[in-house]
């Protein structure tokens, strides 16, 4: 298993409604990304933290923002849910100065909409 | 823009045989990285072995191996002696080369499903 941890395990919203996920990074990493799964599909790019700002974002709306903090720990808030937003959440983190920049996952947050 | 495709839905095989996952890319990139990920029922994401593009040889792990094309743009897995715990969703990746201060995103295909059989 890698050091990153990700909660909560299971989240349920309703349409509308806003939520936050955390992660906390392997030690030693000081970059961190999030990525979306959708059901039968691979993680999509949602957007990378590195000291402390957006580093690089893929095709998600400005309702998906992250925060980074001094310790590499992770956000990640979506507002105004939608169905579509049901999916497997996960962060993944990095050194972005060892190796290959290689990205190691947390265990993920399963977000139902309803 | 680089796209990665992993043309086998699901594949199945016997305890301690080999299997051969596939996976294709298309980049304009020379200098990138290419990744297989196993993500087994419990959901963790597990790097399985990782290819430099600028490397020649093909990367070995243990009972993991890699064929790389880089012309064809091909980045295939071999697993030998296939073992019960392999059953899992197996992820090709790619990552563009790093870059000073900029990002390094993965961009995953679809994933094939592999099932070990007893």
């Known amino acids: 298993e890698t050091g990153v941890t990700q909660s909560p395990t299971h989240l349920i919203k309703t349409r509308g409604q806003q939520v936050t996920l955390r992660c906390s990074s392997q030690s030693g990493h000081n970059t961190v990304s999030w990525y979306q799964q959708a059901l039968g599909q691979g993680p999509q790019f949602i957007f990378q933290y590195y000291r402390e700002e957006e580093n690089g974002r893929g095709n998600f709306p400005p309702r998906f923002s992250g925060l980074q903090f001094p310790n590499y720990s992770s956000e990640l808030n979506v507002n105004a849910l939608e169905l579509d937003d049901s999916a497997l959440y996960l962060c993944a983190s990095s050194s972005a100065s060892e190796g290959l920049g290689e990205q190691y996952f947390g265990p993920g947050t399963r977000l139902t909409v309803t | 823009a680089q796209t990665v495709t992993q043309s086998q839905p699901e594949m199945s095989v016997q305890e301690a045989e080999t299997v051969t996952l596939s996976c294709t890319y298309d980049?304009?990139?020379?200098?990138?990285?290419l990744f297989w990920y196993k993500q087994p029922p419990s959901r963790q994401m597990i790097l399985v072995i990782r290819?430099?593009?600028?490397?020649?040889q093909n990367a070995t792990e243990n009972r993991f191996s890699v064929n790389f094309q880089k012309a064809a743009k091909s980045f295939s897995l071999k697993i030998s002696d296939s073992q019960l715990g392999d059953t899992a969703m197996y992820f090709c990746?790619?990552?563009?080369?790093?870059?000073?201060?900029?990002?390094?995103?993965?961009?995953f295909g679809a994933g094939t499903r592999l099932a070990v059989h007893p």
């Open positions: 290819q430099e593009a600028y490397k020649q």
């Open positions: 990746a790619f990552m563009k080369g790093r870059v000073s201060g900029g990002y390094n995103k993965l961009i």
């Open positions: 980049t304009s990139e020379n200098n990138y990285y």
